[in-house]
């Protein structure tokens, strides 16, 4: 008896004769407003355990030999698709051919609906480095054989020697009508697809560049006339991954009686994301400045959008992680039991204080 005495001593939660409890309406409500705290707190605290958190990680950069995939949707409100090329230059200054490139053109009307779409299965350096060379021929390949001569181009004879040599024959002028009644009608073009390109340090810009320079010429009058207003839907350099945000989306540069040539100076920074399924997502994140140049009276070049990335030696790994099991039992029982106490220390505030307005009351009244 001695030792179930001893043990009995040791009981942090001895319990009353059942005629000595007294219950009161003031330890109910406080009960029922308890419960419901201890409810909302459990699945609050259930809801942080079962969620992920992020932990960022930086090391070196060592991928070699693989490709940067560019992905790109802009409008350009004020320019048509004919006129609009893609071109692609890395770090030694070499026109990127062979790219594996899947871009798109969609014609949109003076209100921006799509009337029309144009597939391009290769960037537009291959014209460029056609035109580099003036005996051979563009992929038209009709331009040496119809040397037609038209009067009214008598007067620029090494010039009509260059034009036919590059092409410039009766297609070419019913591109310039085609491209001039566009301009005429309000027309832009949406352009968007994914471009592959080394990882080196490059641009890759969109502009009237593959144009021949005459027939531009005849087209705009001049660069000044060429307003590269845009807007970027979307530019990114590799899958979305959650918590990204690509800093020139939804950018807008619309242009008013003037001209120039924007350039965007972006810094990619290689990542990983590693979901906690152990998923791997190799992608990129990047920060990025703006400059805009305006055309001057007597420029020779012509309005331009750039977009000239470099790439970071360091790696970002962000990995999701959940919190241990052990840490969300303290937690909860942190929580629970404090409410647990509160609401206690409450009840028993309030049932002393109707007591003693009870006999304040009791008293004027025998009074």
């Known amino acids: 008896m001695g030792l179930k005495q001893t043990i009995k001593s040791l009981d942090a939660f001895p319990r009353a004769e059942e005629h000595l409890l007294q219950k009161t309406q003031s330890g109910a409500l406080v009960s029922v407003v308890g419960l419901v705290i201890i409810a909302m707190l459990f699945f609050h605290e259930l809801t942080y355990y079962l969620s992920t958190y992020t932990v960022h990680q930086m090391s070196v950069d060592l991928k070699r030999g693989e490709t940067l995939p560019i992905h790109i949707n802009m409008t350009f409100p004020s320019l048509p698709c004919d006129v609009l090329s893609v071109d692609a230059i890395d770090m030694s200054g070499k026109h990127e051919v062979d790219l594996d490139t899947n871009i798109w053109k969609l014609r949109l009307n003076s209100h921006g609906h799509i009337i029309g779409t144009e597939y391009l299965s290769d960037l537009v350096e291959k014209e460029h480095d056609a035109h580099k060379h ?155 400045s703006e400059y805009f140049s305006p055309m001057k009276e007597f420029d020779r070049t012509w309005p331009a959008v750039y977009f000239l990335y470099d790439l970071s030696p360091i790696t970002v790994t962000i990995k999701e992680e959940r919190r241990s099991f052990l840490h969300f039992i303290t937690r909860l029982c942190a929580v629970l039991g404090g409410t647990f106490a509160l609401t206690g220390m409450l009840d028993r505030w309030m049932y002393r204080l109707l007591e003693e307005v009870t006999k304040v009351s009791g008293g004027r009244a025998h009074r």
């Open 134 to 288: 003036d005996g051979e021929k563009e992929h038209h390949g009709d331009g040496e054989k119809e040397h037609h001569g038209d009067g009214e181009k008598e007067h620029h004879d090494d010039a009509e020697k260059k034009l036919h040599a590059l092409g410039f024959n009766q297609d070419a002028e019913n591109m310039i009508k085609k491209v001039k009644q566009a301009l005429d009608n309000g027309e832009g073009c949406r352009v968007y697809g994914v471009l592959d390109v080394q990882r080196v340090a490059g641009n890759f810009h969109i502009s009237v560049h593959g144009l021949n320079i005459y027939v531009a010429q005849m087209i705009f009058g001049g660069g000044a006339h060429v307003n590269v207003s845009h807007m970027i839907h979307d530019l990114s350099f590799g899958p979305k991954y959650p918590g990204l945000h690509n800093p020139l989306d939804g950018t807008v540069r619309i242009l008013h009686e003037t001209s120039g040539t924007f350039k965007y100076y972006i810094k990619i920074v290689p990542t990983e994301y590693r979901y906690i399924s152990k998923e791997v997502l190799p992608t990129n994140q990047f920060s990025v």
